[in-house]
């Protein structure tokens, strides 16, 4: 839409601070008279709604303009996003522009930019403030290193991206415009740290959604065949664009290439995608990859994986041979951890090694209130606050072939297969539960917490698989006052980079010999 195009409708009132659209002379609320809003342009060292101070531009959309700036009413840096100077005075753009900020404010997830504030300044100009990301995108870092990143990176940040999607899908939403360009790297964290950003298309699951103003589908580039057509989208339309990111990111390039938007948009409904095998020649790939994001580039939704959870399930096999078949072969894959076990009781490790691989694990899980703050809690209270607190990582869990029995009451009872996989599936098991104490931290009052006892089972045991939790609360018991895991011996062998604690041994009727006990935190392995 040309700027000649753009209509001028939207007003601002002063004295209440609202906009209203149209041609009317006087507030309806207050009887105050009404002023066109005026363009904005801004500029390095501009003062923005009396407490912003506009640094630098880090980015510039289709309808809004994104500055670093620094808030001297907090003191610390912010991303300040303001309406295009064009569609400053545009009610149907203010309406989109706002509706940008209620999404964002449904997902909270340390992979998704966090939203501040957002509203009017005090002339009615409109401005979204969000967290700052220190780093660069995934498009700068392919132009600076001039190809694909390193592949252990690659798969790091393609994991992260699918963790802020499953966030995003959970609160009803499909992002819709999953690019290099709003796919930023936080450098100033761990390498590879993902953080996702741009909402300006993003709409709930269903029909695609036109604005009166412009039509605004995606990039061609980056476009899923139901955004061409222009048909329902859901979960699966952003794993479609993870599939193009992973080809630039780990390439150089999309997928399909050119310079006219209408012959990609073709091609995105209508070729075949290619091969990484063919855009890296004579490069070992990971075992699986290609297949990988053959699956999330398939033309039918239908056939591709059917969540982002189940996606970065699959994902994070991949990685787990990939490392395993990077190390050097002198270098033994346990854990650090290993060795502070063997020399806790190393006559229990070599009978636990001379039993084979785990076969199935069980989690016996509690939410718990800590303290009463007034007022003590139910179990039936517990029940409905699990429910709600645990939905992602339960669904998480079932999308992974979990068993998940509960809430109820207070308990949850997870049994989980190992498929040949016993740390790979040990350690998935522990960030979950890592995730569900985090969860259930997130509320102010009551305040909770998360233990729990993982234990190694057999799929083959009487009852591995039960219509209702089965609670053995003994295992919940005695566990340190920093710790929230108790862990079997079976578990602590596998537990990841996660440090472990002896907690006590005793001897169990009918065995002979004594049962070590070990601890281990909640906090995710890095």
């Known amino acids: 839409m040309d700027s000649a195009d753009v209509r001028q409708d939207l007003l601002f009132c002063r004295g209440c601070g609202k906009h209203y659209r149209g041609r009317r002379r006087r507030c309806p609320d207050d009887g105050a008279e009404l002023e066109w809003v005026r363009p904005f342009a801004g500029e390095e060292g501009t003062r923005v709604d009396d407490r912003y101070v506009l640094e630098r531009r880090i980015g510039i959309g289709g309808m809004g303009t994104v500055w670093r700036a620094r808030d001297e009413l907090t003191g610390r840096k912010v991303a300040l996003k303001l309406l295009n100077e064009r569609y400053a005075a545009h009610a149907a753009s203010a309406q989109r522009f706002l509706r940008e900020a209620r999404l964002m404010r449904k997902v909270n997830h340390p992979g998704v930019v966090s939203l501040h504030r957002f509203g009017p300044t005090g002339d009615g100009a409109l401005l979204i403030d969000m967290e700052y990301i220190d780093g660069e ?160 580039l398939e033309k039918n939704p239908d056939n591709r994986p059917r969540s982002a959870r189940v996606a970065r399930e699959a994902l994070r096999q991949i990685r787990l041979r990939h490392r395993e078949a990077s190390l050097p072969r002198a270098h033994s894959p346990r854990p650090a951890s290993i060795s502070r076990l063997m020399h806790a009781d190393p006559a229990r490790i070599q009978i636990a090694n001379s039993q084979g691989a785990v076969r199935a694990l069980r989690a016996l899980v509690e939410v718990r209130q800590i303290g009463d703050g007034g007022t003590l809690y139910g179990p039936k209270a517990l029940e409905e606050m699990a429910k709600h607190l645990l939905a992602g990582a339960v669904a998480e869990l079932r999308d992974c072939g979990a068993t998940v029995l509960g809430p109820e009451g207070a308990f949850l009872d997870i049994r989980m297969a190992c498929d040949d996989d016993e740390r790979g599936a040990i350690h998935h098991l522990l960030d979950m539960l890592g995730k569900m104490h985090a969860d259930v931290g997130r509320i102010p009052e009551p305040r909770l917490e998360v233990r729990a006892a993982v234990l190694a089972d057999s799929p083959d045991a009487p009852g591995f698989l039960q219509s209702r939790p089965q609670h053995e609360l003994a295992a919940l018991l005695h566990i340190g006052p920093d710790t929230h895991v108790r862990v079997d011996e079976h578990v602590a062998r596998w537990a990841g980079r996660r440090p472990i604690v002896r907690l006590a041994s005793f001897r169990e009727a009918g065995i002979s010999g004594l049962t070590t006990l070990y601890a281990t935190t909640l906090q995710q392995a890095v």
């Open 137 to 296: 995108t995934v498009r700068e870092r392919v132009l600076r290193v001039g190809g694909g990143v390193d592949m252990e990176i690659g798969l790091r940040v393609l994991d992260g991206l699918l963790a802020a999607l499953a966030a995003c899908h959970d609160a009803g939403l499909v992002h819709l415009d999953v690019k290099p360009e709003n796919v930023m790297l936080h450098t100033a964290v761990h390498e590879g740290t993902v953080k996702l950003v741009d909402f300006g298309i993003a709409q709930p699951i269903g029909p695609i959604e036109h604005g009166e103003d412009f039509v605004v589908l995606g990039t061609p580039a980056f476009m899923s065949p139901e955004q061409v057509r222009g048909v329902p989208v859901d979960a699966r339309t952003d794993l479609y664009l993870v599939g193009c990111v992973a080809f630039e990111l780990l390439t150089g390039e999309p997928p399909f290439r050119g310079d006219k938007p209408f012959e990609l948009c073709q091609a995105q409904v209508l070729t075949a995608p290619p091969t990484l095998a063919e855009r890296m020649p004579g490069k070992k790939l990971p075992d699986g990859l290609d297949r990988w994001v053959a699956a999330l």
